[in-house]
């Protein structure tokens, strides 16, 4: 009878020792699946409420525009043989994305998860002063051409949803999507065959000229902005975008580093005093 209770005892405590390793095994990696969404989405909450909440980024956006609109006046001025257009990115530039950014942080996941539900979606609201400034220029008898670098895929619903909110010229004469080359060059190019382009607006560097198409480090990148700075506010009107961008794969070496990989470079490319 003893025999036998301790065999028992022994088997308990066995099942009990299994069971506690499996259990820490998974709450090990339940654990590491938690930190990996703290450190995917504490670096961009700020980042992401400054973008939907801050005023100053809606008076960006405002200053952009009405920049913008100062330009297309002054360029009525000045007699043209070419038809006049303006070339706009759709992204953080005529849409706000935002609410997509802020729901990758509240779910833990990262572009390009759910990314497709929420083109296809097609709720996107203008940025400030997008709808007001492109009816200007249309009035003035600008062509509008937005240069965006969505997949074709979402030709349809980014129709409806820049159409629903009410842009000018939102069709697909106007609007130029993706195909193989990440590039806008070529876009830019074929634009200019009929039209010459007085503006360009958008969100990243690559909007405006083919110099940053070119695999530049930070450093570079901000030599050539210092190089073209007399276009700034007056050919290329750039808007606010602390969410995302190339600036941001430049901190990275390796794109499939693990998030705390990630956090550290981030970090390391701070400049302090």
């Not at 998974?26 to 930190?35: I, P």
């Not at 697909?172 to 065959?193: G, I, P, Y």
């Not at 000229?209 to 070119?214: M, R």
């Not at 941001?248 to 705390?260: I, Q």
Request: hydrophobic residues 40%.
């Amino acid at each position: 009878m003893k025999k036998a209770m301790l065999f028992f005892a022994v088997v308990l405590f066995l099942m009990v020792s299994v069971n506690n390793q499996t259990a820490s095994g998974q709450n090990a990696t339940v654990k590491e699946a938690v930190t990996q969404a703290r450190f995917n989405g504490d670096y961009m909450s700020l980042a992401v409420l400054y973008y939907q909440r801050a005023a100053e980024t809606r008076a960006l956006y405002y200053q952009g525009f009405n920049m913008a609109k100062m330009m297309i006046d002054k360029d009525l001025k000045v007699k043209s043989k070419l038809k006049r257009a303006i070339v706009l990115d759709i992204d953080e530039t005529a849409l706000d994305n935002s609410p997509y950014e802020a729901q990758c942080i509240l779910g833990g996941f990262s572009y390009p998860v759910m990314w497709d539900e929420w083109c296809n979606a097609a709720k996107a609201e203008p940025t400030p002063g997008a709808v007001e400034f492109l009816k200007y220029a249309e009035k003035k008898g600008y062509a509008i051409f937005y240069i965006t670098n969505r997949k074709a895929k979402f030709s349809e619903v980014t129709l409806k949803n820049l159409n629903d909110k009410g842009f000018p010229m939102a069709d697909t004469a106007h609007v130029v999507f993706r195909t193989k080359d990440n590039s806008k060059e070529a876009r830019r190019l074929e634009v200019m065959k009929t039209y010459n382009i007085v503006l360009l607006l958008g969100d990243n560097l690559a909007d405006f000229t083919t110099v940053y198409d070119e695999k530049l480090t930070m450093e570079q990148r901000a030599q050539k902005t210092d190089s073209l700075k007399q276009e700034f506010g007056k050919r290329f009107i750039m808007f606010p975008n602390p969410m995302y961008g190339e600036w941001e794969m430049l901190v990275y070496p390796d794109p499939a580093a693990s998030e705390a990989v990630k956090d550290s470079l981030r970090k390391a490319s701070l400049i302090g005093f």
